[in-house]
């Protein structure tokens, strides 16, 4: 059973400061997904992500996968207080016998970026 | 076209009632998903349908739950007799079998008395 760790689930931060949230996941996936939630709201979609080594930038945000390693990376450069919500990333599962899929979520971080 | 839509919005029932949620996908997304998201975790997969056909439950989903998609279109989530623990967002999401990329819905807050 595919399992997905995000790290840290809690992050807060000041405005201007880097950092970094990763994801973690337990087994073979080539595509992976990052999700924005602000508070009683749905999913915004920021990134996917296709294919090994796969690198996409919006804003001040960069997210990055390693498919070898089961490794993605949501890095924040210079953040600011808009960013204040929760981020999901969610790992790519087929589902061999329907040739469907389905996404696996990790809990979520839940970042705060303080003045 | 104005994305994926689900109605209602919120919703708030005693224990022991039915509820019934719809769902309406991006018109050309033959690709339709129920997640299910509880306070501080992460969306959860129900049930997933390809046109008209179910084709994927989640252990999550009990027999009280039920979906349909009858068209191919448009889809429907019942929980018939409802239990505080059902109490969650229902998250529906659509999608193209050849893209991929999965368009999530403003869900239904379900609140169960």
């Known amino acids: 059973e595919l399992k997905v760790e995000q790290n840290p689930l809690f992050l807060s931060m000041q405005e201007g400061k880097n950092y970094t949230i990763y994801c973690n996941y337990s087994?073979?996936?080539?595509?992976l997904y990052w999700y924005r939630q602000d508070p009683g709201k749905s999913l915004e979609s920021l990134f996917v992500?296709?294919?090994?080594?796969a690198v996409k930038q919006e804003g001040r945000l960069m997210a990055s996968l390693d498919t070898k390693a089961r490794l993605s990376t949501l890095h924040i450069t210079a953040a600011v207080h808009d960013l204040s919500a929760t981020y999901f990333c969610?790992?790519?599962?087929?589902?061999?016998?329907?040739?469907?899929?389905?996404?696996?979520f990790g809990e979520g971080t839940q970042l705060t970026v303080n003045p | 076209d104005t994305g994926v839509s689900q109605d209602p919005r919120h919703k708030i029932t005693k224990r022991g009632q039915n509820v019934t949620f719809r769902c309406d996908p991006i018109?050309?997304?033959?690709?339709l998903y129920w997640y299910r998201q509880t306070l501080g975790q992460g969306p959860e997969f129900l049930t997933y349908f390809q046109n008209e056909a179910q084709l994927e439950k989640s252990r999550l989903l009990s027999d009280r739950f039920s979906a349909e998609r009858p068209k191919g279109s448009f889809s429907t989530l019942e929980i018939q007799r409802t239990e505080q623990g059902d109490s969650a967002m229902y998250l529906c999401?659509?999608?193209?079998?050849?893209?991929?990329?999965?368009?999530f819905g403003s869900g239904t807050r379900l609140t169960v008395v």
């Open positions: 999401a659509s999608s193209l079998a050849e893209l991929g990329d999965y368009t």
């Open positions: 969610a790992v790519y599962n087929p589902i061999e016998e329907t040739s469907g899929s389905r996404l696996t």
């Open positions: 087994t073979t996936s080539d595509r």
């Open positions: 018109s050309e997304h033959n690709r």
């Open positions: 992500l296709l294919s090994n080594g």
